[in-house]
């Protein structure tokens, strides 16, 4: 299949293919969580829901496809009418700055209440490999939209829904004459850099799930033909021979750089203490023997359909369209397709074995020795510190002296700490010994006064000083004392 790549009269991107059958068409734009600010956590969410409210009623014919490289508004029907409904969208796009306030509202408090914005930040394996940058702010929740205003949107808007940033895919060729009518940036916008795993070697945490789950990384152009034997396989030696898990899913393969990816296997329902050794030495055997024919042939049949389907044609063009706009190029469809008929289980093997150094095996639980013993079985690296903010036990007096405020409180244990509060941090001392905080470690602090106020550093690290333990002069005298740039109001 023949893609084409081209430009609309107004310099907006395009790329087509031409596909038997209905007729799929996307806007897409190069922007999803990892872009944001930290503070602004939950913003492309908000921004892509008013664009739908604003749509209405015609936006009960537009589905979302979001990914880690772009988020896309798909339409679909004739030729003549999916070129219609994207020029709508990218009108609808112009006019943002439009909107009025209570239309603004009633879409902050429909999102609200959404499950994609969750009510706490709880870390995830992405952060946890990641820290708080790029792709690691992918399963961090936001607590940040009751702070979020039309302005900051708007703002948003118009960094990121703009031409520079856009591209038109289709699944039929598009007639030179097309165009959309789509704002330009009114200054340029740098892009952080790609994150850098913090882990060299397998290793267990414990994170926020309700399940089990098995993270990897490998390359892009082996991750996204090989994660599905591997689903395959799994779900047919823990769930269906032996049981060890009720499902197991994952989702498309996420880009982390220019020739990475992150593959995430979820399992459902578990035994924690029966299934992680059987579950991780299910992976180690696929890294020895490769899959069964069955699984790789199911496999290589789902694949190949998604290069002839006309709306799995048009996805594919919008997350190569988003990693293209982003400076990352990929294999052709062409190139993709030929790589998945060629499948085999050693295949499958070698890049399972390549990518287990790289294995992060997450499992829901808040009792330390479970945990170290897990890793003792299975030979993994032992990640605790991915919950608790570290506190530094080194230089634990305040230099300056003439701006510390001093505050005592009981611990669950009967045991006093005291804090020395000051323009630099703070610094504990109690029976077990001192420790301090610097803010200059700390990437977020979580303003939910009067009863809490939490400290995230860029491991996605959290400390907790809620009014259980601290009265609420300390709480304010903290906000009071933090840098401004760094405070959050939940």
Excluded at 24 to 50: H, K, Q
Excluded at 140 to 160: F, G, K, N, P, Q
Excluded at 312 to 340: K, M, P, Y
Aim: charged fraction near 25%; glycine fraction near 6%; hydrophobic fraction near 40%.
């Amino acid at each position: 299949m023949q893609i084409v790549t081209s430009r609309t009269p107004s310099g907006v991107l395009t790329c087509t293919g031409e596909v038997p059958g209905r007729t799929y068409g996307s806007l897409v734009f190069a922007v999803s969580n990892r872009d944001e600010p930290l503070p602004w956590r939950g913003i492309t969410v908000l921004t892509r829901a008013l664009i739908l409210d604003l749509l209405y009623p015609q936006a009960f014919e537009v589905e979302i496809v979001a990914g880690s490289e772009q988020v896309a508004f798909q339409v679909s029907g004739t030729p003549i009418q999916v070129q219609e409904r994207l020029k709508e969208i990218a009108d609808v796009v112009s006019d943002l700055s439009q909107t009025t306030v209570d239309a603004f509202a009633k879409t902050k408090e429909r999102v609200s209440r959404s499950s994609s914005i969750g009510p706490t930040l709880e870390p995830g394996v992405l952060s946890v490999r990641y820290g708080l940058a790029d792709i690691g702010l992918e399963d961090i929740a936001s607590r940040a939209l009751e702070a979020m205003t039309l302005e900051t949107v708007t703002t948003w808007a118009a960094e990121w829904f703009v031409a520079e940033n856009a591209d038109v895919t289709m699944s039929k060729p598009l007639p030179a004459s097309f165009d959309v009518n789509l704002p330009g940036r009114h200054s340029a916008v740098t892009r952080g850099s790609f994150a850098v795993s913090a882990l060299d070697r397998p290793t267990l945490t414990s994170v926020g799930y309700d399940s089990l789950v098995l993270s990897l990384v490998m390359p892009s152009a082996t991750a996204d033909v090989v994660y599905l034997p591997v689903l395959h396989e799994l779900y047919d030696s823990t769930v269906m021979r032996h049981g060890f898990a009720e499902n197991v899913s994952a989702a498309r393969p996420m880009r982390v750089d220019a020739s990475q990816s992150h593959l995430k296997f979820r399992f459902h329902k578990v035994d924690r203490a029966k299934s992680v050794e059987r579950i991780v030495t299910a992976l180690r055997k696929i890294a020895r023997a490769g899959v069964a024919a069955e699984s790789l042939s199911l496999a290589v049949e789902r694949l190949r359909t998604r290069y002839e389907e006309p709306a799995s044609v048009d996805v594919r063009l919008g997350r190569q369209s988003g990693a293209a706009l982003r400076g990352i190029t990929d294999a052709g469809l062409a190139e993709e397709l030929q790589t998945v008929l060629q499948l085999s289980s050693n295949d499958v093997a070698s890049a399972v074995e390549n990518a287990l150094p790289t294995l992060l095996v997450s499992v829901d639980s808040q009792r330390p020795d479970i945990v170290q013993t897990l890793a003792r079985k299975n030979r993994l690296e032992l990640d605790l510190n991915h919950r608790d903010l570290v506190r530094s036990t080194t230089g634990t007096t305040p230099a300056r002296l003439n701006d510390v405020m001093t505050f005592t409180t009981d611990s669950i244990a009967g045991e006093g700490e005291t804090v020395a509060l000051s323009s630099e941090g703070l610094f504990f001392t109690s029976a077990r010994g001192n420790t301090k905080i610097d803010f200059a470690d700390i990437r977020l602090i979580g303003d939910d006064r009067p009863w809490s106020v939490v400290l995230i550093d860029q491991g996605g690290r959290t400390e907790t000083l809620s009014q259980e333990n601290w009265d609420i002069d300390f709480l304010d005298a903290l906000i009071d004392a933090a840098p401004r740039d760094r405070i959050e109001v939940w």
